[in-house]
Antibody, heavy 120, light 113 residues
């Protein structure tokens, strides 16, 4: 069965960086793009970007351009999201989510989420 | 970016009664070449990630009970729970996938009256 397993909770100070991981299993890793979506408490989800595991190509949401990097390791079927220059307002649950097919941004499987707390 | 606006923010419905959630997009998400609305609905229970209920505005995902239905076209959409069950208590989100970036509504919290 399809599973996306994310790394554990992080606590960071403002200005620091965080690297989250998302390990995929149960399907052909290179066949479906992985998205990162974050959710601040009490708000709707917010799309951050997408990575194609086949070739590593990425597209980022404009508001995160310059602060986010997504990479993948095909040998371990793992996707990483690196977010730098953290601010208090980056405190959120970060999810990885698999695309339902090659072209549609419908997210059919999600990781369990990683809570990132930014606080001094 | 397309802005998705949901209403109401929350509603409480008696068990067995109908719940109706509205979603409005700032521009049409109907693709004329295939006559499909690029709109999906998710259900999110506390402590869980969102789960797809409906896509193409009205197609239920496999395994989703038929008390959930979606309707609408263009910019105005509705999610209806025909007979609310206790396990339907959750927050519901609409999301457009017509253009990038995909964008979500602010959510509607459904509870029991």
């Amino acid at each position: 069965q399809v599973q996306l397993v994310q790394s554990g909770a992080e606590v960071k100070e403002p200005g620091a960086s965080v690297k989250l991981s998302c390990e995929a299993s149960g399907y052909t890793f290179t066949s479906y793009s992985i998205n990162w979506v974050r959710q601040i408490s009490g708000q709707g989800p917010e799309w951050m970007g997408i990575i194609n595991p086949r070739d590593g190509s990425t597209t980022y949401a404009q508001r995160f351009q310059g602060r986010v990097t997504m990479t993948r390791d095909t040998s371990t079927s793992t996707v990483y999201m690196y977010l730098r220059s953290l601010r208090d307002e980056d405190t959120a649950i970060y999810y990885c989510a698999k695309r339902i097919d090659s072209s549609l941004n419908i997210f059919d499987y999600w990781g369990q989420g990683t809570l990132v707390t930014v606080s001094s | 970016d397309i802005v998705m606006t949901q209403s109401p923010d929350s509603l409480a419905v008696s068990l067995g009664e109908r719940a109706t959630i509205n979603c409005k997009s700032s521009q049409s998400v109907l693709y004329s070449s295939n006559n499909r609305n690029y709109l999906t609905w998710y259900q999110q229970k506390p402590g869980q990630p969102p789960k797809v209920l409906i896509y193409w505005a009205s197609t239920r995902e496999s395994g989703v009970p038929d008390r959930f239905s979606g309707s609408g076209s263009g910019t105005d959409f509705t999610l209806t729970i025909s007979s609310l069950q206790a396990e339907d208590v959750a927050v519901y989100y609409c999301q457009q996938y017509y253009t990038s970036p995909p964008t979500f509504g602010g959510g509607t919290k459904v509870g029991i009256k």
